[in-house]
């Protein structure tokens, strides 16, 4: 059941009292390949308004050591499970550094995919498992979306901040449905998760323009986070993905998820299952919004995806990127240019399988 809004208001007075719960996973039972992890869900998002609400500007800070010195993480929590069957309670480290796999290696990935450029990493090792076209910067439509959330997050603004959609934020590169309205009113939190999970574009506009310094700011901000990421192919010129110019390669990408990683608030939105929106709009009338996560994938609750975020425009095809834990090693997965949604998840399952099963050698 969706969190009302007077349940989402007693959470926050309790929050405002001081009452902070670390966020945690749950596992299922279950052999390998058919284990579900517990990510998303409303468990999922009360937790991450947990993280964003445990202090008044709305992110709980951590540092931790990524193989090349410590640096400052936003929004990352601990008792991230990291087994099929068995609970741990380690700290997560999100960056996946100075991993250790008791120098095994991975085969290299046997299968054929119908996408256009195509990447999947293996975390613990660093290593590439399977390329196709990976250096080739492509449009990557809402896949954007994930950079707008990480400036957002690095600046640090309320969450609780009451945000409201004007004429302007439904104007951009294309023409795009929403269901959303001029007038409709919602928290920052409410428009983030809006953003990764319904990938709504109005909901992107209204967070880049209430950036600090305004739209202008932020753009150049996203480009900056991504010149920082080593992202050298990259380039962003809205922070919807509607424009043509947000390109990338599937080896950029990488390095976006993974930052994305370092960011729990991300984790939980990105994979929340569904959820309903009360939405105040004084000249409309209010309504209940009820939305779905734009992956296949993450509503079925069969897969284990710590990170998703779907991406369409007809330069850029459907796209799709990932994180995954299979066989308990973490693995990001990059799809580019599919021609259909059938080809774009039919190349998501042959690796996701590919994964269950590939040998150590």
């Not at 380690?90 to 100075?98: A, D, F, H, Q, R």
């Not at 046997?110 to 910067?137: C, F, Q």
């Not at 296949?296 to 609750?301: C, H, I, Q």
Request: aromatic share 8%.
């Amino acid at each position: 059941m969706a969190m009302t809004k007077k349940q989402l208001t007693a959470a926050l007075i309790s929050l405002s009292m001081g009452s902070f719960a670390q966020a945690g996973l749950t596992i299922n039972q279950g052999s390998a390949p058919s284990a579900k992890i517990g990510w998303g869900g409303q468990d999922s998002l009360s937790e991450a308004r947990t993280i964003m609400y445990a202090n008044k500007n709305g992110r709980g800070v951590k540092t931790i050591n990524n193989g090349s010195g410590s640096r400052t993480i936003t929004n990352s929590s601990s008792g991230y499970n990291t087994s099929y069957g068995t609970t741990y309670n380690n700290t997560y480290n999100s960056g996946y550094s100075n991993p250790t796999y008791n120098g095994s290696m991975y085969d290299e990935l046997a299968i054929s995919t119908g996408s256009r450029g195509v990447v999947v990493l293996d975390l613990e090792s660093g290593r590439s498992i399977y390329e196709k076209n990976a250096d080739v910067a492509r449009p990557i439509a809402s896949i954007s979306k994930l950079m707008t959330a990480m400036v957002l997050l690095d600046s640090g603004q309320d969450m609780r901040e009451e945000i409201v959609l004007e004429p302007i934020d439904f104007v951009g590169p294309k023409r795009a449905s929403s269901k959303l309205k001029s007038g409709d009113r919602m928290n920052r939190a409410e428009m983030l998760l809006m953003m990764l999970m319904k990938s709504e574009n109005p909901a992107a506009k209204s967070l880049a323009r209430h950036y600090p310094g305004g739209y202008d700011a932020f753009m150049r901000a996203m480009n900056q986070k991504a010149q920082s990421l080593g992202m050298t192919t990259a380039f962003f010129g809205d922070p919807t993905g509607l424009d043509k110019r947000n390109v990338a390669s599937p080896n950029d990408l990488v390095k976006m998820v993974k930052a994305a990683g370092n960011y729990d608030v991300i984790r939980r939105f990105s994979t929340t299952q569904s959820y309903d929106f009360f939405v105040a709009n004084y000249s409309a009338g209010n309504r209940v919004y009820k939305a779905n996560n734009t992956s296949t994938l993450v509503r079925s609750g069969n897969y284990p995806i710590g990170i998703s975020k779907t991406g369409f425009i007809n330069e850029a095809g459907r796209c799709v990127v990932m994180e995954t834990r299979v066989n308990n090693r973490p693995a990001i997965i990059v799809i580019l240019g599919a021609n259909s949604s059938a080809t774009r998840w039919d190349d998501a399952k042959s690796i996701l399988a590919s994964l269950a099963t590939r040998r150590t050698v």
